[in-house]
């Protein structure tokens, strides 16, 4: 991209941490994923050729705003205080924080979690909330399937962690389950530079193209049944 600086790049650089199905994961050696398909799609648009960066969570908006990548796409939510560090995108996507639990487990909801351990994927919006949590013990562990890992070997008391990636762990793990009560909606956006209008306005233009055309809602489908 042109914002690049010095060499004019025909590049989309998208930094994620591949750590999230369905929105990011490794198959094999390839990261695949809905904000993939997305960020491709979105890519296209522009003329441009998608190349993904894997990193931790808490690099992505880093490298965003270093300009070592274009963009952040990682099922990351908006929030108030990234607001201040990047611009987002308009919403591609709703979630929300949930409670993974072993079958059978006192807890409940989030009444029940005061003196528990809570385990959190570092720097996420489930960290922050857990946090906020009165007298919980914190867990932060650099990938979900890790707080997940030592939930099913009973290391921890629950896992606070985004809806969907939950619902592939839970799947996969059997004994562990998910709680009805559920934090507030939160909204996945793109991240881009601050001020980097330019951008911003090529990415929600294409996002408009991208839901418009029914394209959105395909590749969502393609990794989400209903
Ligand atoms: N939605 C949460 C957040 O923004 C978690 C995102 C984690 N994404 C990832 N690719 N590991 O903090």
Do not use: H, W
């Not at 009165?134 to 921890?156: C, H, P, S, Y």
């Amino acid at each position: 991209l042109a914002a690049c600086g010095k060499k004019e790049s025909k590049e989309l650089v998208m930094a994620t941490n591949a750590e999230f199905p369905p929105y990011e994961y490794y198959d094999g050696d390839e990261i695949v994923g809905i904000d993939v398909e997305i960020a491709g799609a979105i890519a296209k648009e522009l003329g441009l050729e998608l190349k993904v960066e894997d990193m931790a969570f808490d690099s992505i908006n880093v490298a965003v705003d270093s300009g070592k990548a274009d963009i952040g796409a990682a099922g990351m939510t908006v929030t108030e205080k990234r607001l201040k560090n990047v611009d987002f995108s308009d919403s591609y996507a709703t979630a929300t924080q949930v409670i993974i639990v072993q079958e059978g487990s006192d807890i409940k909801g989030v009444d029940d979690l005061v003196g528990k351990s809570v385990g959190v994927q570092l720097g996420t919006t489930g960290d922050i909330l857990a946090a906020d949590i009165e007298d919980v013990t914190m867990e932060r562990f650099n990938k979900g399937t890790e707080a997940v890992m030592a939930l099913a070997q009973g290391k921890i008391d629950c896992v606070i962690i985004d809806n969907q990636p939950a619902k592939v762990f839970v799947e996969k793990n059997e004994g562990l389950v998910i709680l009805d009560e559920k934090f507030a909606d939160e909204e996945y956006a793109i991240s881009i530079k601050k001020g980097n209008t330019e951008l911003l306005d090529k990415v929600n233009k294409a996002l408009k193209t991208l839901k418009e055309s029914g394209e959105l809602d395909k590749i969502i489908a393609k990794y989400i049944s209903a």
